[in-house]
């Protein structure tokens, strides 16, 4: 039989193993998802304790108070929590964070900013600015709370913690003068204020990984965009908990704009570790989502392509599932935006994605209710994995036209 005559049976084989392949391909899917009505919750968190129970958190910049919810039925029903008042130390109403440790104990970071009023016509934009962070810790399942002032400095601004690979808690956050640091070492019962991470620059994200490995973000945007230092774009990565810090050069190519609501949309620029020390890095380069690895043995990044769009794609987000890193962002604006998620999986050193159906969320509008379109409803969203191996994911409710606010709970699993 002659090549020519082998073609087209070359070609068959072709499409029928592609098809297989296709079908082996798993999918994130949706299998339950719960609207939770109330109070707006913006930028929100989620986390999960070791007996099961499920805590969310997103911010009101309208609230009095930080806003938890807790769930004991993993997530179909929510009750939310009264975390204390502010002459308790209560206060907070904008970014938050969260995580829980291996005995249950629940941290709870919250920002205070500048309240925006009702009537917004005479209001001095160039007014709002960060005013403290504060921590409240819970080892009672949310019953009793103790509240720090972590900083009280203007400008505060993006704070984050996590819990390294001692149980020492560690938070990062900035003011515009640099990427502020304090760590306990006793469980939250007492902070030591360590040197800066980096003297400028923004606390854009901060993780913890294996043997006392941790990284901090710092891009050029800090004190909630107040201040710009376009020199400064890089990651700090400590292999000691924190008592030292070296510079890692960035994988890729990014463009920062020094004003907001112009250029490409960035804030968080997401890190994470693997159980085997890697560090994983996500960022936009327009219309392409990259994927960067990198551990000391390797001389540069194994950089990887996870989406692309005919849209823009920005605000990513991502934490570490079992297998590989989970991820979020969107793309498009106004009728075109879509939210995404993905869980990643490799086999034989390729990286696989596995994404959600990109979705339209019309329940988020524009944040202070200016028109209908569609909006992203912060700079990120959340997306974990769960101890039963689905994933859980969290977004908001903010439409401003029908008076509907809230947050929806997502669970997904890959089929």
């Known amino acids: 039989m002659t090549l020519k005559q082998l073609l087209p049976l070359f070609v068959l084989l072709f499409a029928a193993a592609s098809s297989v392949s296709a079908q082996n391909v798993k999918k994130l899917t949706v299998t339950e998802k719960v609207k939770v009505s109330g109070d707006l ?18 911010y009101r910049n309208g609230s009095t108070s930080p806003q938890l919810w807790k769930s004991t039925d993993s997530g179909k029903t929510r009750l939310m929590l009264e975390v204390g008042t502010v002459a308790d130390g209560a206060d907070g109403n904008y970014d938050v964070d969260l995580v829980v440790d291996d005995t ?10 500048t309240k925006v009023p009702e009537d917004t016509s005479n209001f001095d934009w160039s007014s709002m600015k960060g005013i403290h962070i504060a921590l409240g810790q819970s080892d009672n399942g949310g019953e009793d709370w103790k ?30 003068n640099g990427v502020h640091y304090r760590v306990s070492e006793d469980n939250g ?4 204020e360590r040197p800066k991470i980096h003297d400028l620059g923004g606390s854009s994200h901060f993780t913890a990984g294996p043997n006392g490995l941790l990284a901090a973000r ?16 890089l990651i700090k990565v400590s292999k000691d908990l924190g008592k030292t810090w070296n510079s890692v050069p960035l994988p890729g190519m990014r463009e920062w704009s020094p004003e907001l609501g112009k250029g490409l949309p960035r804030w968080v620029e997401p890190l994470a ?33 996870v989406s692309t769009s005919e849209q823009s ?58 028109g209908d379109a569609m909006a992203v409803g912060g700079e990120y969203f959340p997306l974990i994995q769960l101890q039963n191996g689905d994933f859980a994911m969290i977004t908001t409710v ?18």
């Open 273 to 305: 570790f693997s159980e085997k020390g890697e560090l994983f890095h996500v960022w936009s380069e327009g219309q392409v989502l990259k994927m960067g690895v990198w551990d000391e043995t390797q001389s540069d990044w194994a950089i990887t392509t």
């Open 313 to 370: 794609i920005y605000y990513p987000f991502m934490s570490m599932g079992e297998d590989g890193p989970l991820l979020t962002w969107v793309s498009g604006m106004n009728e075109t935006l879509k939210h995404h998620a993905a869980v990643l999986t490799q086999k034989d050193g390729t990286w696989h994605v596995h994404e959600m159906t990109p979705t339209a969320l019309p329940e988020i509008t524009s944040r202070f209710g200016m």
């Open 41 to 58: 919750a913006r930028e929100p968190m989620v986390a999960e304790a070791p007996n099961g129970d499920l805590y969310v958190t997103g």
């Open 398 to 415: 903010q439409n401003h036209k029908n008076q509907d606010y809230g947050f929806t709970w997502w669970r997904l699993s890959l089929q």
């Open 147 to 176: 509240w720090d002032f972590i900083s009280q400095n203007d400008f505060d601004d993006r704070p984050w913690v996590t819990l390294a690979s001692d149980k020492s808690v560690h938070i990062v956050w900035n003011d515009g």
């Open 189 to 192: 019962a007492s902070w030591q």
């Open 104 to 113: 249950g104990k629940v941290y709870f970071l919250t920002m205070k900013f």
């Open 218 to 233: 710092v891009s050029p945007m800090s004190a909630s965009g107040n201040r710009f230092d376009a020199e400064v774009d």
